[in-house]
């Protein structure tokens, strides 16, 4: 197993731009999560979803747009870049919700808008 | 509010000089409490979970216990390559959001 993977690696945009991060997972886990991890602050979650067809906001989803049409994959869209959107992005998932499942994290985005 | 705050900061440590991190949580209903390791440049990597008070986990050098209030991750003889950032994050719904700390830089120095 892959495990969970996202793509880029590392992107660069000027404000207002969009763009769509990637986030796919092969071990069929139900639950998926966007977080953004800034200096000094801990992880933040975004957005997450607790199977195909439902999404639900996090802490700080404004600018950020998620859906799910999959089990395996659940993107993250920023329909236009602000420099406040500098961060590095983690996706991260679980085989179920209830609270007590640990989630698996990907290896991160690393996103600077200009 | 919930509030997860991890201390110290950052902690700099010689090979084998045993030491504790803290996490401590003001949370309404705890479902799991988490430890995470991460390296530069890495997502976090899984450690433990721990679910109830006075609770244990251990693995290798690593040991992570839990009160009503706080956990602590002791380093038993730290060696370098134990450097990393110690995260621990709170689960206190039925959705599994996880509220992070902001963690705990260790550097072990041979």
């Known amino acids: 197993n892959a495990g969970v993977t996202q793509t880029p690696k590392f992107q660069v945009l000027k404000t207002g731009q969009s763009m769509t991060l990637q986030c796919a997972q092969d071990m069929n886990h139900e639950y998926m999560s966007w977080y953004r991890q800034d200096p000094g602050m801990g992880l933040r979650l975004i957005h997450y979803?607790?199977?195909?067809?439902i999404t639900d906001q996090g802490e700080v989803p404004n600018g950020y747009n998620v859906s799910r049409s999959t089990t395996e994959d659940f993107p993250l869209r920023l329909l236009s870049a602000a420099p406040s959107q500098t961060s590095v992005y983690f996706c991260?998932?679980?085989w179920g919700t209830g609270g007590r499942e640990t989630q698996y994290f990907g290896p991160g985005t690393r996103l600077l808008v200009l | 509010e919930d509030q997860v705050t991890q201390s110290p900061e950052a902690l700099r440590l010689q090979e084998g000089e045993s030491s504790s991190l803290n996490c401590s949580y003001t949370?309404?209903?705890?479902?799991?409490l988490f430890w995470y390791r991460q390296d530069p440049g890495k997502g976090p990597e899984f450690l433990f979970t721990l679910y109830s008070a006075g609770e244990e986990k251990e693995k290798e050098r690593l040991k992570a216990t839990l009160t009503k209030k706080e956990s602590f991750l002791h380093i038993t003889a730290p060696k370098p390559e134990d450097s990393a950032t110690y995260l621990c994050?709170?689960?206190?719904?039925?959705?599994?959001?996880?509220?992070f700390g902001a963690g705990t830089q260790v550097v072990v120095t041979p």
């Open positions: 991260a998932s679980s």
């Open positions: 994050a709170v689960s206190t719904d039925s959705w599994g959001k996880l509220q």
């Open positions: 949370v309404s209903g705890l479902r799991g």
């Open positions: 979803s607790v199977g195909a067809g």
